[in-house]
């Protein structure tokens, strides 16, 4: 039933991760957490996927944690163990495994669209800063919402969104919990595009998904890579890592593919 609360769809050469528990707002509990994980990997995995779009089932892309998961956090990380040390050990590597979910968002070596409704509110946030870009609707509605439980968000929004919308934007949001709506998402840089209607935006998302597709997927996965590095990097770092991806991937057969297809005059067709 787990697999039931994220799927993982193949069209074409797009993967369609959907966040599918849509009769709680998408609200994430454990089984569903551990979901999306997985869909992620085998996303990964599965050559025949060369970009994945992110949605969320129903109206809302989600409402964070699940309520009941969130009070249960205790028990759930063994904090009832009577030596403190190991409860508090056993937490950390609950926060830790929580904080894996996400990081297999952005670990997935093909691009990753996310695509969002509704509401996006606490680990929804978490999500999507994860992507490699978003798209939202102008109904969106997004609230880095920790703060309100008396939670510091640790898994991940703290330490991507600055470097999303700049440092003192994400301090506000984070501090405050404000709601904020499509429009001003993409004003401050966390949507790319918004639209009028979810189905306008999927269409779109497809597309450009499918533009990305078509690319050589060997150079698709390179960029990803060598932007991921550059954001944590001097310029000089990553300039030095890109150098030793080139000298591992230039001379590809996609590269050959490309070449031969431009003195064809034909677009080029690139193995998975």
């Not at 707002?25 to 551990?34: E, I, K, Q």
């Not at 700049?166 to 499509?182: C, K, M, S, W």
């Not at 189905?199 to 390179?222: F, N, Q």
Request: glycine letters at 6%.
């Amino acid at each position: 039933m787990s697999e039931d609360l994220v799927t993982l769809t193949i069209d074409g050469d797009v993967g369609v991760v959907t966040l599918n528990r849509s009769d709680r707002a998408n609200a994430m509990n454990r089984a569903g957490w551990d979901a999306l994980r997985e869909a992620f990997r085998r996303a990964d995995r599965e050559p025949a996927v060369r970009c994945v779009v992110l949605v969320g089932a129903g109206r809302h892309f989600c409402a964070g944690i699940d309520l009941d998961f969130l009070q249960s956090l205790g028990a759930a990380a063994g904090t009832d163990v009577d030596c403190p040390a190991r409860a508090r050990e056993n937490l950390r590597d609950f926060i830790l495994d929580m904080q894996d979910v996400i990081n297999a968002i952005e670990a997935c070596r093909k691009p990753v669209i996310a695509a969002v409704q509704g509401a996006c509110i606490g680990a929804g946030v978490d999500v999507i800063t994860a992507a490699d870009f978003r798209y939202c609707t102008a109904d969106a509605r997004f609230s880095i919402k920790e703060v309100d439980m008396a939670i510091i968000a640790d898994m991940g929004v703290l330490q991507r969104l600055p470097k999303i919308v700049g440092d003192p934007v994400a301090r506000e949001l984070a501090y405050t919990a404000r709601e904020f709506r499509g429009e001003e998402a993409a004003r401050l840089g966390l949507a790319n595009r918004v639209f009028a209607t979810t189905e306008d935006m999927l269409a779109a998302a497809m597309e450009v998904a499918r533009t990305i597709a078509a690319k050589s997927p060997v150079t698709i996965r390179g960029i990803k890579e060598v932007m991921l590095h550059t954001r944590d990097h001097s310029v000089e770092e990553s300039l030095r890592h890109l150098a030793v991806l080139n000298a591992a991937v230039l001379l590809s057969d996609d590269f050959a593919e490309t070449m031969a297809a431009l003195k064809e005059n034909r677009p080029p067709i690139y193995a998975d």
